[in-house]
């Protein structure tokens, strides 16, 4: 090695490179987390997100479908944004097959039953839609002979439908191309096109998968069931929210300031319950809510407390972790505070309510929303506790849902993701607006 | 409330007051069930007819039970293996990626994006990218048929940094092996030369079947652990590792530089930097970090629960789900007993397995 | 795996006046069929309930049987409840289960001759019949005539042998766009096989029967498509069940039951396809019938404390009007003989139609039995599983697989 001058350009250029690498690095880690959801949300379009091989090419996210859509349900009910085959109107749609040499004849239409897995089928529209259909014109290239015909579909009733399926076969042999509007599948090798719902609107086009995962399930008065678990979620999650904003500053205010005996001994037992696990207390505590916790319910008509709200909230009211917190945050504050009022006669609650509870803003916002995200997304205790399909919180009914359309007989993995989709929505919302306390909830807990 | 009896006992009524939801749930929820689970695993008890005491029948019954004991297996592997794993391969990634870094907020928000999602949606979209015909085989199909292009490019690669490695340690740079700015040009070089073969008809991709790993839907063991169970491994340490990473960039960032200054001063190298500053500063973050990562995968449930639809029983059962399994899962009436022992069984080995790691690994202080 | 399009619950006609006292019959049955269910209620049940009697259903989310067998031993069983043929006699013998023979001699509505006999026969347990079945399934060979068609092969038909079947089959595979036949290694598509050919339950002295020239003859026979090529499991062509394989038009035929009709007419309603019975090896055919039926507990732990009014209610499920419905509806077949003549059956107007009507007729052909293994229980299925899926993978020739399929169960019977 010579004793050249190495100038510190040099030393500059690397230091650059390395960050290049590093930013490049921790960019590629980002996609490699996200990308799965981002992927996760598309495929929630997808006729069938378990296609082989899995592409990007998804109709309902193609922007000519949706004006294509828009025009439709415009036509079909006066509504693009959400279609419904209304009294009066007429539908046209082109459709082009191609036709080999030697095959000749013209596609035959049909207006389908609406598919419905649910109670309520929907409200069949062949009875009163008229199909009509002429050839617009051919086009011959060398493998045969492009057709493209019209299709006119005529409201012949009075009453307002919500769907309206269709299916065009071409003759044996004939092969379909293309249409006004992508069909969401093509069969009968080749020659047969399927429109789930051609009035469906833009809205209804997009989010057709959404739509069902939300509507399908029902109750025995016709009310469907998803809705409910996403309030059963969120009035669960606002309770514990506000159970917790109520009584873990208490705990913690009384194991950071007040003294008492058994103090030590208190605090240690709350970080033991940590490091428990469930499964020891949740037996305990199911038995104890099946017999209507100590008979207290019977006073008020219930046998058993399983299956209810109730449930959720009890036996657990306060979380170690929410009242470590906020005792960590508590320790922090200055104790001359509290002394100068005390000094002044004012008592604990006092001192309690009005120097303590308003200092302590920010550590109960994070408090609130790490509340709030952890019921949401409670797992364990829900799934022991409830059995009514009606009383599921958000997890266990995705759950359900992967039961029901992940099972061999119908693989609708579009509707689970559309569930998964709409479960994540709340808690990604309050993550984007919230994220910073999210991370400092996050760092407390892991502080001890 | 000017009820005052002395200011100490009324301190304490107060302590009382604030006190008596947490005493409700760490008497109840906690005290009272924990005693009820322990005096349970010593019963035979299906939850309709009263407990009978049965001495330590069940605790016996769960050593023959070889499905207990694959759940004690699985637990185990699995704590031992994404603990390690993920510690390691955080610290590592934090030290290799130790600057400033500018936007950490934008990083941040994706690396947490798993942690605040319910498990259930996080296992959902595994099951998906994990069937067969699905996301992973597919990636992995598209490596395979390309293999030659991935094998020429690292190929490039290599030479062409050891060229430029050589070319600059004989002008007399200090050249490190892996020079950030020859990498770069090393990159481009190898990416250029494999697009060039690839174009001229050199390379070709090589149709081959597609891969078809079985992920989840299989009882076949490597290396004597369930693939599905090493398939759920690599889910947490995927998702674990960019937090946690973040975690010690802090930490490390938060190391005084004169400690640094001291060891270069004392004509440290760079690795001896590493091994004398940097990783004992950080041993009270990895102490705790290893802690809560054992305890949490030990008692690993939600991801067992969620794919045990897809997956076989015995493949992925671990000692929580076992007890789960126990109360609703199989059959019949509830076996309380045999679930409450194993629940205390996994309680005391959680405390264990801590403990052991405190006197035998990352010790709690920094030095 | 199997469905069943469960009927729902029809409405209790109450011909007592006891009091007006609010009386709530519950059944209880599959989760996965509540929305049909709670659909049947509204419109055919709903309308002829007296004020005072509801009827509820209740899903259950787990696993039912296990669920059913919790709530027998406990005391706290629904009114009514679906009895599944596959585990009708683990039930049974809990000993907590009514038998219905009294209630049907008594009935004016539902006779024991009203019945499908070998129906009767699956709910039968020691003599006494303990179920009233409500709809059934079996399995037919599903075709599709346009890949017939393009390949120039007759259709498959009633006629057709073992061998010619597979000879058809080999003719319409077409890589890479079909494959003759989706097969999955399953025991209840092989069993009806080997019982035609001759292979009895149990060897009469009580041993495990695989080893048999007859099963080894049809093992090889039903694994000739993987081994030979010209067919593939649905693992194979990426979807969950052959079912799908055929309505994604991945397969030329498949051997299933009714309850693929459903998924056709929701992925396919224009499929061009057509149904025929199982084929037959030297002149016999075998075939499977599953089944769920309406049975209740003793009258000791009835909740409703009213046997007779639950005894209405089962005959309303099985009456001529909700079967009938059911019918129309395309969700399953009932269990009345008479509905054959209904239009539906007798002149089937659609490849559905007629699908249904090749499942009716193809449940009371000689040679069905009921898909239940007991006195030996499941073991009898698992063994012959494992020997299946070896076979398939080619681990092991069919006469080897069978040989230690029967080497297993013979230790387990020892036991």
């Known amino acids: 090695m010579g004793g050249r001058q190495i100038s510190q350009a040099w030393f500059a250029r690397r230091r650059r490179a390395k960050a290049a690498f590093v930013y490049v690095f921790l960019g590629a880690m980002a996609l490699a987390v996200v990308g799965p959801f981002v992927y996760a949300i598309l495929s929630a379009f997808k006729v069938n997100p378990l296609e082989w091989p899995p592409s990007l090419h998804i109709p309902r996210l193609w922007p000519p479908n949706w004006i294509a859509a828009w025009k439709l349900g415009v036509q079909a009910g006066n509504n693009g944004w959400l279609g419904g085959w209304a009294p009066g109107k007429f539908l046209s749609l082109e459709v082009t097959f191609l036709y080999p040499p030697g095959v000749e004849g013209e596609p035959r239409v049909e207006v389908l039953r609406p598919p419905g897995r649910g109670p309520q089928q929907p409200p069949d529209p062949r009875p009163i839609t008229a199909v009509e259909i002429e050839e617009l014109e051919e086009r011959e290239i060398p493998e045969g002979c492009e057709k493209t015909f019209k299709i006119i579909l005529r409201h012949l009733g009075a009453q307002t439908y919500p769907v309206l399926p269709l299916a065009v076969a071409g003759p044996p042999n004939s092969k379909f191309l293309r249409a006004t509007l992508a069909p969401h599948s093509v069969r009968g090798l080749g020659t047969t096109a399927y429109w789930d719902n051609l009035a469906s609107g833009v809205l209804g086009y997009i989010f057709s998968y959404f739509i069902q995962a939300w509507t399908e399930f029902r109750d025995r008065m016709g009310n469907p069931i998803f809705p409910r678990w996403v309030k059963n979620s969120f009035v669960i999650a606002m309770g514990k929210v506000l159970v917790a904003l109520l009584f873990a500053p208490l705990a ?197 | 409330m000017s009820w005052l009896k002395g200011p100490r006992r009324n301190e304490i009524f107060w302590a009382f007051l604030f006190l008596l939801p947490l005493f409700w749930t760490l008497g109840v929820a906690f005290a009272y069930a924990f005693f009820r689970a322990l005096w349970w695993s010593f019963c ?80 959902l979209i595994f099951i998906w990218f994990t069937y067969r015909r699905g996301v992973v085989n597919f990636l992995l199909s598209v490596v395979r048929t390309h293999h030659l292009h991935v094998l020429s490019f690292l190929g490039l690669l290599a030479l062409v940094q050891f060229m430029l490695v050589c070319w600059g340690r004989r002008r007399g740079l ?169 629940a205390i069984f996994l309680a005391v080995l959680t405390l264990v397995v801590v403990l052991i790691q405190r006197r035998v690994g990352v010790r709690e202080k920094a030095w | ?73 406990a005391g706290t069983p629904p009114d009514i409840f679906y009895v599944d043929v596959y585990w009708a006699e683990e039930v049974v013998r809990t000993g907590r289960v009514r038998a219905l023979d009294e209630f049907l001699a008594k009935s004016e509505i539902l006779k024991k001759e009203d019945l499908i006999p070998v129906l009767v026969q699956a709910f039968t347990v020691d003599g006494k019949l303990y179920a009233i079945s409500k709809d059934f399934n079996s399995l037919v060979v599903f075709f599709n005539k346009d890949m017939f068609d393009a390949k120039g092969v007759p259709y498959p038909t009633a006629e057709d042998d073992w061998e010619t079947l597979w000879d058809k089959v080999r003719r319409v595979h077409n890589p890479p766009e079909w494959v003759g036949i989706c097969l999955n290694p399953d025991f209840a598509r092989f069993l009806p096989f080997a019982f035609a050919a001759g292979m009895p339950f149990l060897n009469p002295d009580g041993t495990a029967p695989f080893a048999r020239p007859e099963a080894i003859r049809a093992a090889e026979w039903f694994s000739a498509p993987i081994r030979e090529g010209f067919g593939a499991t649905a693992a194979d062509l990426g979807v969950g069940w052959p079912g799908a394989a055929f309505v994604e038009e991945k397969a030329a035929v498949v051997i299933e039951g009714g309850w693929l009709i459903p998924p056709i007419r929701e992925g396919a309603p224009l499929m061009n396809f057509g149904t025929t019975f199982l084929p ?42 909700a079967q009938s419905y059911i019918l129309s509806i395309g969700h399953a077949i009932p269990s009345r003989a008479a509905l054959l003549s209904h239009p539906v059956l007798a002149s089937p107007a659609d490849p559905f139609q007629e699908a249904m009507r090749t499942v009716f007729v193809a449940t009371g052909l000689p040679g069905t039995v009921p898909f239940s293994f007991a006195p030996v229980g499941s073991v009898y299925h698992i063994v012959v599983a494992e020997a299946l899926t070896k076979m398939f993978t080619g681990e092991l020739s069919p006469a080897a697989a069978m040989q230690e399929a029967a080497e297993k169960l013979n230790k387990e019977l020892k036991r």
């Open chain 1, 252 to 448: 913690g205010y009384a194991l950071a300031r007040l003294r008492f005996p058994g103090r030590n001994l208190l605090f240690f037992l709350v970080m033991f319950t940590m490091m428990v696990p469930q499964q020891v207390t949740f037996i305990s505590n199911y038995v104890l809510l099946r017999d209507g916790l100590f008979g207290i319910s019977r006073v008020f008509g219930k046998e058993s407390l399983l299956n209810t709200y109730w449930a959720l909230f009890l036996p657990a009211l306060v979380s170690s972790l929410g009242v470590i917190m906020m005792k960590q945050f508590f320790e922090s504050i200055p104790v001359e505070l509290e002394e100068a009022a005390r000094i002044d006669g004012a008592g604990t609650m006092r001192i309690y309510t009005k120097i303590i509870l308003p200092m302590a803003k920010p550590a109960l916002a994070v408090l609130a929303i790490l509340t709030f995200q952890g019921s949401w997304n409670e797992f364990f205790w829900p799934l022991v506790v409830l059995r009514d399909m009606e009383m599921f919180t958000l997890p266990i009914g995705l759950l359900f849902f992967r039961q029901y359309y992940g099972a061999a007989g119908g693989a609708n993995w579009n509707l689970i993701l559309s569930g998964t989709v709409i479960s994540a929505i709340p808690v990604l919302i309050i993550f984007i607006l919230f994220q910073r306390h999210f991370v400092e909830g996050f760092r407390l807990s892991g502080i001890k």
């Open chain 3, 1 to 73: 795996m199997k469905r069943w399009f469960l009927a729902l619950v029809c409405g209790v006609l109450a011909f007592s006046a006891l009091g007006q006292e609010k009386i709530v019959i519950r059944i209880a049955g599959h989760s996965v069929d509540k929305p049909v269910k709670e659909a049947l209620i509204r419109d055919v049940v709903a309308p002829k309930l007296p004020p005072n009697v509801e009827v509820v259903f209740e899903p259950v989310v787990d696993d039912y049987k296990q669920w059913l067998l919790t709530m027998l031993a």
């Open chain 3, 280 to 321: 037959t090896i030297d002149g016999r055919r075998g075939n499977y019938l599953f089944t769920v039926g309406y049975g209740m507990p003793v009258e000791e732990i009835l909740p409703s404390k009213r046997p007779d009014l639950v005894w209405k209610v089962i005959e309303l499920l099985t009456s001529p009007e």
């Open chain 2, 174 to 342: 200090p050249v490190q092996v892996l020079d950030p700015v020859y990498l770069w040009v090393s990159l481009l070089a190898a990416g250029l030369g494999t697009w060039v073969f690839s174009h001229l008809h050199i390379l070709q991709p090589k149709p081959t079947p597609p891969v078809d790993i079985i992920w989840l839907e299989t009882a076949e063991k490597f290396l004597g652990i369930p693939r599905p169970l090493w398939a759920i491994m690599a889910l947490n340490i995927g998702t674990t590792v960019p937090t946690m990473m973040l975690f010690f960039l802090a930490g490390l960032q938060d190391v005084p530089r004169e400690l640094y200054e001291a060891a270069e001063l004392d004509g440290a190298s760079r690795w001896a930097k590493l091994w004398y500053v940097t990783i004992p500063a950080l041993r009270p973050v990895m102490f705790l970090v290893i802690t809560l990562g054992l305890i949490g995968t030990l008692q690993m449930f939600d991801q067992a629960a969620i794919t045990s639809g897809v997956a076989p029983l015995d493949s992925i059962v671990t000692l929580a789900y076992y007890v789960y399994w126990n109360m609703f899962g199989a059959g019949g009436l509830p076996r309380v007993g045999m679930a409450s022992a194993a």
């Open chain 2, 44 to 123: 035979d008890y299906n939850l309709f007819a009263p407990p009978e005491f049965a001495g330590f029948t069940n605790y016996a019954r769960l050593f023959a039970d070889p499905r207990f004991l694959r759940a004690l297996f699985h637990s185990l592997s699995f704590a031992i293996i994404v603990t390690f794993t993920q510690t390691s391969l955080a610290l590592l990634l934090a030290i290799a990626l130790n600057q400033k870094i500018r936007g950490l907020t934008f990083f941040r928000a994706a690396f947490y994006t798993p942690s605040i999602l319910s498990s259930v949606i996080v296992g």
